[in-house]
């Protein structure tokens, strides 16, 4: 079986089309699946273990580019061609099932549940989420680094609990003050605080360095996120994230999540395995507001205490026992 999936362009989104994959290879027997990509999470998508080719395009390109782009495709036949983006693409190549251009979808289901239904749609059949996972290919030297540094304290996984302090728009960042206070509260009750987020939020760990005298492991910059996610399952309690990609990730792989939210919808991207949480602030009629600027200097998450987010974190592990 030649599989077309085309997934999306953030790695958070990516992230929640995982499930579709994991689907796809237990309705089909060692399906090959080409999987078309934004560049800039190729190398995410590169590690996802089963995939058959991965085909990346950069946004912006020449009229000449994308149509050189498209013959390639032409020049291979796909029996299923599946379009989470929802583009023009599967228009222009041939395959014995296809993505229908036009979807009615609800417009308050969660995006993992909106992605199942294209796929149910495509195939033209009801399907069960997977309990099998992917896993990612990462290089074993750092693999064996990653765990090295978290070994580090002698600590067992159930006491690592997991920070994803950024976020791709800033105002869906909870402040480094609120995050200074989760850790310190984290090792009050003994549990190993790990800061994780790519280059870009190394200023926040170090606002929270400067804020807080408590411990905490920062590996902010010092590892992708596909070898986290690597190594995640079987080092982490729990995770505590803003809306992210981490958030997915941690969802993802059955971890329980608390998922801290200001301008998203919990409904829409909100954690959603098992065991999961979310804290937003109550009192905002202006939230969520699905913006990338905001007029009311990022109230939603300033004015919510951490307080209240630690309590969200304890009903997490209480619903754990």
């Given at each position: 079986?030649?599989?077309?999936?085309?997934?999306?362009?953030?790695l958070g989104d990516?992230?929640?089309?995982?499930?579709?994959?994991?689907?796809?290879?237990?309705?089909?027997?060692?399906?090959?699946?080409?999987?078309?990509c934004a560049d800039?999470?190729?190398?995410?998508?590169?590690?996802?273990?089963?995939?058959?080719?991965?085909?990346?395009?950069?946004?912006?390109?020449?009229?000449?580019?994308?149509?050189?782009?498209?013959?390639?495709?032409?020049?291979?036949?796909?029996?299923?061609?599946?379009?989470?983006?929802?583009?023009?693409?599967?228009?222009?190549?041939?395959?014995?099932?296809?993505?229908?251009?036009?979807?009615?979808?609800?417009?308050?289901?969660?995006?993992?549940?909106?992605?199942?239904?294209?796929?149910?749609?495509?195939?033209?059949?009801?399907?069960?989420?997977?309990?099998?996972?992917?896993?990612?290919?990462?290089?074993?030297?750092?693999?064996?680094?990653?765990?090295?540094?978290?070994?580090?304290?002698?600590?067992?996984?159930?006491?690592?609990?997991?920070?994803?302090?950024?976020?791709?728009?800033?105002?869906?960042?909870?402040?480094?003050?609120?995050?200074?206070?989760?850790?310190?509260k984290l090792n009050?009750?003994?549990?190993?605080?790990?800061?994780?987020?790519?280059?870009?939020?190394?200023?926040?760990?170090?606002?929270?360095?400067?804020?807080?005298?408590?411990?905490?492991?920062?590996?902010?910059?010092?590892?992708?996120?596909?070898?986290?996610?690597?190594?995640?399952?079987?080092?982490?309690?729990?995770?505590?994230?803003?809306?992210?990609?981490?958030?997915?990730?941690?969802?993802?792989?059955?971890?329980?999540?608390?998922?801290?939210?200001?301008?998203?919808?919990?409904?829409?991207?909100?954690?959603?395995?098992?065991?999961?949480?979310?804290?937003?602030?109550?009192?905002?009629?202006?939230?969520?507001?699905?913006?990338?600027?905001?007029?009311?200097?990022?109230?939603?998450?300033?004015?919510?205490?951490?307080?209240?987010?630690?309590?969200?974190?304890?009903?997490?592990?209480?619903?754990?026992?």
């Amino acid at each position: 079986m030649k599989i077309l999936f085309i997934t999306l362009s953030n790695l958070g989104d990516v992230i929640m089309t995982l499930p579709c994959i994991d689907i796809l290879f237990e309705e089909f027997d060692s399906p090959q699946i080409y999987c078309i990509c934004a560049d800039k999470v190729k190398n995410f998508v590169g590690s996802i273990e089963g995939l058959y080719k991965v085909i990346s395009y950069k946004k912006k390109q020449t009229p000449s580019q994308w149509i050189s782009f498209l013959e390639k495709l032409r020049e291979e036949y796909f029996d299923v061609i599946i379009d989470l983006k929802n583009s023009l693409l599967p228009l222009f190549l041939k395959a014995k099932k296809k993505t229908p251009l036009f979807l009615q979808i609800p417009p308050n289901l969660h995006s993992v549940e909106k992605f199942k239904l294209i796929l149910e749609k495509t195939l033209k059949k009801r399907l069960s989420f997977s309990d099998l996972k992917r896993t990612f290919k990462v290089d074993e030297g750092r693999k064996k680094e990653l765990l090295t540094i978290l070994n580090s304290r002698n600590t067992p996984s159930l006491k690592r609990v997991f920070l994803g302090i950024g976020a791709r728009s800033h105002i869906k960042r909870y402040p480094a003050s609120g995050f200074s206070y989760i850790i310190e509260k984290l090792n009050e009750e003994n549990f190993i605080p790990v800061v994780v987020g790519d280059e870009n939020d190394k200023e926040i760990a170090f606002q929270i360095k400067t804020l807080t005298k408590a411990h905490f492991l920062d590996l902010c910059g010092k590892f992708s996120l596909q070898e986290i996610g690597a190594v995640l399952k079987e080092v982490c309690f729990a995770t505590i994230t803003c809306d992210s990609a981490f958030l997915h990730l941690s969802s993802y792989l059955n971890i329980p999540t608390l998922g801290i939210f200001g301008p998203t919808s919990p409904v829409k991207y909100g954690p959603w395995g098992k065991y999961k949480e979310v804290v937003f602030k109550q009192d905002l009629k202006c939230r969520p507001c699905q913006k990338s600027l905001c007029k009311y200097k990022w109230e939603c998450m300033k004015t919510l205490e951490p307080q209240e987010v630690w309590r969200k974190f304890q009903c997490l592990i209480g619903s754990l026992n």
